[in-house]
């Protein structure tokens, strides 16, 4: 069984230190959002939870994806990985949640969810109330609406901090470590953007992901209800699963990187149209390489060069992003 996520008790919408948002660990801060009206309607009743976010919503349109009974809630690909099990609406809120409260008895019913979904255009002044103060970073707030679902394990490049502002949710982690372990599908063809696992975490075939079971002995888990929040660290590998009949969550993305700097997907892409096919001692090679100027770079990795002449292996700045970046543009449309 994954062990526990360690877990902080009493803290308050406002005492998010510098000490937990750059943990380097996952973590559980239980009861963070209690006090929000969000959190205080849901509590009540799904009802009132649902009219809640009915009464900040003004139209605007959001994106939804649906699956029928047969997924178990499960959003993933179809037999041979050629397309998915849902399909996706772009459609009003109020007839999300309209499908949510029609299909609530339903067993099995059909998955219905809003994903990602940015709250302030989606559901102006909900943040007024509803918030928490990250310490000044420029974090997305997102919304997420649904019923039973399950997202399968993947990682995300920014921080991430999660409040369960209805319902009960389920977060299975695992250490970017884990990455050989968790049998990972295509990375350019994918369920929401992000390469997810293969592996069902509710029932994991054995036979057929037999590397999962060490995965497992590294994992951690918790189960959260309504105001509790948990903080999952960058490129941490995360399942999560939605217990109740109406969940709502509400996270914050934000990076330790500057404005210019792009997506390291783009170095990763960019890898496999110049070095995997690459001889093994070429590519070797190139892992030394990469090592020095990037992985184990210091002020000494190019300390024997003057300021004048360094170039690229000057520190960078919006400019020289610019630059570089244009530059690069250039050599790919060849």
């Known amino acids: 069984m994954p062990k526990a996520i360690r877990e902080i008790a009493g803290l308050g919408p406002q005492d998010l230190s510098d000490e937990i948002l750059t ?3 996952p973590m559980i801060l239980r009861g963070l959002a209690a006090g929000w009206p969000m959190v205080q309607a849901s509590l009540a009743s799904d009802a ?13 349109t959001v994106g939804a994806m649906l699956g029928g009974p047969d997924s178990a809630g ?25 499908e949510i409260i029609a299909k609530r008895e339903m067993n099995p019913a059909p998955t219905v969810y809003v994903g990602s979904t940015t709250i302030d255009t989606c559901l102006p002044g909900f943040r007024a109330h509803n918030d928490l103060d990250l310490g000044g970073r420029d974090a997305l707030a997102s919304i997420w609406i649904g019923n039973r679902t399950r997202i399968a394990a993947h ?22 470590a884990q990455l050989q372990n968790l049998y990972v599908g295509p990375l350019d063809f994918t369920p929401a953007g992000q390469a997810i696992s293969l592996v069902d975490m509710r029932e994991p075939d054995f ?36 217990l109740d009949p109406f969940n709502v969550l509400v996270n914050y993305w ?9 997506t390291p997907t783009n170095a990763l892409m960019l890898a496999f149209l110049t070095m995997r096919d690459l001889p093994a001692e070429q590519r ?19 300390a024997h060069i003057p300021p004048h002449a360094l170039g690229v292996l000057a520190p960078l700045d919006d400019d020289g992003a610019r630059a570089l970046r244009a530059q690069l543009l250039k050599k790919m449309n060849r």
């Open 48 to 60: 009132q939870g649902d009219a809640y976010l009915r009464r900040h919503y003004q139209g605007a």
């Open 207 to 242: 036979a057929r992901h037999p590397k999962f079971a060490e995965a497992l002995e590294h994992a951690q888990s918790a189960t959260l209800g309504p105001g509790d929040a948990i903080f999952i660290p960058s490129m941490w590998w995360h399942h999560i699963e939605a």
């Open 155 to 176: 990682y995300d490049v920014p921080d991430n901090v999660a409040v369960v502002a209805a319902g009960h949710r389920r977060f299975t982690l695992f250490p970017p």
């Open 74 to 98: 499960r959003f993933f690909y179809n037999e041979d990985l050629s397309g998915f099990n849902f399909y996706p609406v772009h459609t009003k809120l109020t007839a999300v949640l309209d």
């Open 23 to 25: 943990a380097t660990q």
């Open 284 to 302: 070797k090679a190139w892992q030394e390489i990469f090592r020095h100027y990037i992985f184990e770079a210091d002020t000494e990795t190019a």
């Open 254 to 262: 934000w990076r330790r990187s500057p404005d210019w700097m792009d």
